[in-house]
């Protein structure tokens, strides 16, 4: 399975944004779907999910309410739309996949066996 996340970019706090991650390959092997970020200095850290079947989301305490998952599976594309953007969200972004995480797992980046290449958010205030 093959990334590309895109639509990171300059915005100001209380702004909104919407990126996309494209896969391309293997699509079936997918069974989650993710964002992840990271922030510089630190550790990547998980945004939200969603189930590619089914549609089940979850979502980071630190986002819920502000940010929403979803995937168009005709078009093979996954977006994370991201409202009320605070500083705090500044990082780059990431989206992956994984064909074995279990739900107790999807939060861990280790369970993601594809990543694509990150694209940049700056939120600022």
């Known amino acids: 399975v093959q990334l590309q996340a895109s639509g990171g970019g300059l915005v100001q706090a209380g702004g909104s944004l919407r990126l996309s991650c494209a896969v391309s390959?293997?699509?079936?092997?997918?069974?989650?779907m993710g964002w992840f970020r990271q922030a510089p200095g630190r550790e990547r850290e998980f945004v939200s999910v969603?189930?590619?079947?089914?549609?089940?989301?979850y979502y980071a305490d630190s986002v819920k309410g502000r940010f929403t998952i979803s995937r168009d599976n005709a078009k093979n594309t996954m977006y994370l739309r991201m409202d009320s953007l605070k500083p705090e969200d500044t990082a780059v972004y990431y989206c992956?996949?994984?064909?074995?995480?279990?739900?107790?797992?999807?939060?861990?980046?280790?369970?993601?066996?594809?990543w694509g290449q990150g694209t940049l958010v700056t939120v600022s205030s």
């Open positions: 969603i189930k590619w079947s089914g549609g089940h989301t």
């Open positions: 390959g293997r699509t079936y092997s997918s069974r989650y």
């Open positions: 992956a996949s994984s064909a074995r995480a279990i739900l107790s797992s999807i939060s861990s980046s280790a369970a993601y066996d594809s």
